[in-house]
């Protein structure tokens, strides 16, 4: 009985063996890559990473690439720029400069044509700088003018410079009438942008917008310039005379030019 037992016993472990065995058979290919798992991880996670870095270093080439080419860009359009904007202020100066040759053309006591290169204006007074002085002809109290009207009178004049007084300083005062009714007045700077035309009688009809022009009378502008407009008029009932604005014709913030003209 034991003896059967063990027959059994025997045949069974047979039996578990031989399907092992083939299980073995059948799957070893599948039992043989067990051992390289961990390594076509590694290797999968390799690739990851140097698949990850060559995009990076791709996608950074474009990139700087593209700065590169918008930089360039960048300088051209500055470049540009910086021509167009050389251009224009060459056209503007020949127009300024074509103006002042045609009031040399139309005056016999045109001396020289300067440049402003410097402005000293204070609450006080107001002067302008500029390039020529009696080395080109210029003498104290000569005026200075633009083709849309007077800017002031010379002041301070040395070899290759001099300064100019503006209409408006508060020390100016020119002789000048009202173009429309020949009425005349003094026309004095109020240290701004702004003159005063004095003198003229609360009688006396006087407009917004009429002409004001240099009389001569005072002997150091010439006759006829237009200088200003009225822009305010103001009559009191105690005063004897008007309180008129005038602005001037030249606009004195904007002026880069002038022509000399003689007394």
């Avoid at 270093?57 to 700065?67: D, F, N, V």
């Avoid at 720029?81 to 103006?99: D, F, G, P, Q, T």
Wanted: glycine share 6%.
């Amino acid at each position: 009985m034991l003896k059967k037992k063990f027959s059994l016993f025997a045949f069974f472990i047979l039996l578990v063996f031989a399907l092992l065995t083939y299980q073995s058979v059948k799957s070893k290919s599948r039992f043989l890559d067990l051992p390289m798992y961990p390594l076509k991880i590694l290797e999968r996670g390799s690739s990851a990473v140097i698949k990850s870095v060559k995009n990076l270093i791709y996608t950074y080439i474009i990139i700087a690439g593209k700065e590169a080419e918008n930089k360039k860009l960048i300088d051209k359009i500055n470049r540009s720029m910086h021509e167009k904007n050389m251009y224009a202020e060459i056209r503007l100066e020949n127009e300024r400069l074509r103006k002042i040759l045609n009031l040399k053309s139309e005056r016999h006591d045109y001396i020289t044509t300067a440049g402003v290169f410097a402005r000293d204006p204070t609450n006080w007074f107001q002067i302008l700088w500029i390039n020529k002085g009696t080395n080109d002809g210029i003498a104290k109290d000569m005026v200075a003018a633009t083709s849309l009207g007077p800017v002031g009178k010379i002041h301070g004049v040395f070899k290759e410079g001099a300064n100019i007084i503006l209409i408006t300083d508060i020390n100016s005062s020119v002789a000048v009438r009202l173009q429309s009714s020949r009425i005349e007045g003094v026309l004095e700077g109020r240290g701004d942008n702004r003159c005063t035309l004095k003198y003229v009688s609360r009688e006396s009809e006087v407009k917004v917008g009429e002409r004001i022009v240099t009389s001569g009378l005072e002997g150091i502008y010439p006759a006829g310039l237009l200088i200003g407009y009225v822009t305010d008029v103001t009559k009191e009932e105690e005063e004897m005379f008007q309180l008129i604005e005038v602005t001037p014709s030249q606009d004195l913030n904007t002026v880069e030019e002038v022509a000399i003209l003689k007394r």
